[in-house]
């Protein structure tokens, strides 16, 4: 993989309950991927937690990844996902 | 910098709206393929299909992971075979129809298009003999499909092959009778065909195409109709206009981002993004529901062709803006068994054929997915295929039609396809007979356009 940067975002929809964003960022430190921003807000008692993050360096591919991240999503109790950042920018941005 | 809210959206759209690539389909020229040895002529479509497309499916998957975007189905449209096969000396177009099924089945797509002739001012020997093996051809497949333009709006219709092809739809289907005529679902007949259509069972690359092509369907009725759900109940039409476009803006940029990728790792050019509202029968991916949404209690009551003008033409002028390239159908679709809510209306009594045909003439595609039932003469067939083909002609845009007269069913009774090709209420048909029109055969002219009233 280059060095160039290469964003995905990832998202935490659930419950919210203790230790969900340390719980992603570690997963995202074991495999090198650089955090560059958080956002969370709270639907009723729902957290949606968004991270955009810099994959450019990751040790493991984009599929493992998100195998990695979604595994610890079942483990806390949310749904975890990791999708390309183009996906976003190409919809909401011209 | 994306906002949260904006991100949302995005992810609703995906995981609650049935937000989707309907399809990536892979257009690739067999003109090269021709061949006087039917054997060696087949060899080389197989190989040819096999080499171009066999990274196809894989390359689907690897986007549908790293952009988190559902990717339906990967498909393969080729060269019309009637153009391939004529120069063959063989009189049995069958082994063509298998080759194609054999590649589609080595390179793991569960449709292939192009079985087709173009016959829209006559008949060559290769189109007469791919038309006459049609039904056998469906009949021992299960991956190809196949279409016939018999009118287009600068030549007219082709009543002759519109007579032939009454016959040939209602003999597909009798040939799989016992999977209910589901042979007839993977037959249209077309007027206007556009040539880098990428949904089924129509799609074929046409002679102006390159060698090969990425074209993509979208879909994504269920973003449309939450969205119209979400307005105040009060709001014009004008504004139900105005959120359709950006709805339709965004479903396309998917589409547009991920045809652009397939095409780049594929190392083939990228064609069109077919802006259409692709349903699904899955509930609340529905166009039917989307009128339903806009406040027709039933789809097929009074109101029903005016809203869908309306979806139709927001839908394309927001789609136009979001691709750099559009084409195909690029119109709201209106399968009967492959829409729950046009299913709900059909059987409710609130949508008939009649109403279908009017329908189509604001919206793309024509009467799709239409079960009728299976003692409907070949001759009323045609008929129907007749209209739908005028309406096409006259207005300058492409209609088809793709009916399945049941084998022993009648109006009322249920037919079962299974997937994504769903299930529908037989639906009756006028009992009057249009034998002695039908008979005439011959050219309707191609319609004067000017003194447009």
Known sequence: ?94 | MLTIQEILETIKMIQEENLDIRTITLGISLRDCADPDPQRCCRKIYDKITRLAARLVQVGEEIEQEYGIPIVNKRIAVTPIALVAEGSEVEDYLLFAQTLEKAAQAVGVDFIGGFSALVHKGFTRGDRLLIESIPEALARTERVCASVNVATTRTGINMDAVAIMGHIVKETAALTADRQGIGAARLVVFANAPEDNPFMAGAFHGIGEPECAVNVGISGPGVVKRAIENMPPDADLGELAEKIKKMAFKITRMGELVGREAARRLGVSFGVVDISLAPTPAVGDSVAEILEAMGIERCGAPGTTAALALLNDAVKKGGAMASSYVGGLSGAFIPVSEDAGMVRAAAEGALSLEKLEAMTSVCSVGLDMIVIPGDTPAATIAAIIADEMAIGMVNNKTTGVRIIPAPGKKPGDWVEFGGLLGRAPVIPVSRFSPAAFIARGGRIPAPIQSLGN
């Open chain 1, 1 to 94: 993989m280059g060095t160039a940067p290469e964003r995905i975002i990832v998202t935490v929809l659930g419950k919210d309950r203790v230790g969900i964003i340390a719980g992603v960022a570690s997963v995202l430190a074991e495999h090198n991927v650089n955090i560059l921003d958080i956002s969370q807000t709270i639907l009723q008692e729902f957290l949606a937690m968004i991270m955009i993050a810099d994959i450019s360096r990751c040790s493991v591919d984009l599929n493992t990844l998100k195998e990695r991240l979604a595994a610890k999503g079942r483990e806390l109790g949310v749904r975890i996902d990791a999708q390309h950042e183009d996906v976003f920018l190409y919809m909401h941005r011209i």
